[in-house]
């Protein structure tokens, strides 16, 4: 009889154990579809611009996934607490998890080059605090402008905006938080004469932007308005840390990251940060190598009357000066690298009024 119970207890044990292991390899196998059909979702987005809500994050816990790119690898979904991870998703795009997700088309045009990124964000308020200059409406505006529009009836995941004043959430579009078009109607007409006091709202469920000339202890994401190059730093609550921003991407992504802490101490405005400087850097210097490349030879095959070819040498030299050792961390590197983008934009521009990029010519 003893040998009996034993017997049993053995297989009821081995019964429990199976199960509860089964269970858990099926939530893996099903997160880990969730995460393939997000990264195909992704994909469909950048590359046909229709955007869409992506919804299956509601199933399960996502909030530890964020994306991760080194240069010498496929970039990777994360997941920091689950046995599911290291998802590859080749397709570039700025992440941060929700239950529900808007998934949008966003591009950085340099002219010569359009850089596409994918964005993938859950229902959130920006709330700016901003100083009384141009410069700072800018900032804002530049933010605003590459972040998604969310107000079409379809979208179950809203993007809005606000002010911050003091105690107060300022909801400046008839009591409710602004959609984007609503909000860079009232960017448009500047500052005049608005003055904002550091916020001290209850921002729960918001992400609170500050833009000032002299960050201190603000909550949030603190931006200093850019240098004449669009060069500027960030700083981000509970970080040490000083960002370099060169692009409105920089900022879009240390915006919707925030100041929320992972297991390890990292901020998500740090990781997701990082992985689109990882994803961008790489490709500006690949682009600029093969633009120049391209100039070089229509310069030598070009029409001598058009007046083209020096123009395409002027542009060749300029983009030569992109290195692929820039470091997106240093002041003076993204001083140098926006320096060179600006003036290749310009010369681009040249060809492209001198009629120079024509069909005609084979380009």
Known sequence: MIFGIIVSFTILYFLITYSGDYAGVQKD??????LVSFSHDVRSVYLTGISTNFTYFSRYDFSSCFVNATEKSIPEIICLDSRVSRIPIETPVIFKPGQQVYIGRDSLDYGWWICGFAEAIPSTT??????????????????VQHLPDTSDDWSVVK???????????????????????DFLSILSSGPL???????????????????SGSCGSEKGVCINPPNSKGVGNAFVEGSGKTYVYKDPLDLVALSVGGSEKDDFGRTEAEKIYGYKNSVLMP????????????????????????????????????????SPSMDYTSVSDMYNLNDNLNKAKEIYQRLVDLGCERSEYGV
């Open 126 to 143: 920006f709330v700016f605090a901003p100083e009384n200059t141009d410069e700072a409406w800018e900032v804002m505006t530049n933010i």
């Open 283 to 322: 490709r500006i210097s690949l682009a600029a190598e093969v633009m120049s490349k391209r100039s070089v030879l229509i310069a030598g095959d070009i029409p001598e009357e058009t007046g083209c070819g020096a123009v395409y040498i002027e542009l060749s030299q300029v983009l030569d000066r992109i």
């Open 193 to 211: 004469g608005a003055s904002f006091s550091p916020c001290t709202a209850d921002l729960k469920g918001k992400r609170l932007v500050t833009i």
């Open 29 to 34: 196998k099903q997160r880990a579809e969730i």
């Open 159 to 181: 993007v809005t905006f606000a002010f911050c004043d003091g105690p107060q959430i300022l909801y400046v579009c008839g009591g409710r938080p602004c959609d984007k078009s």
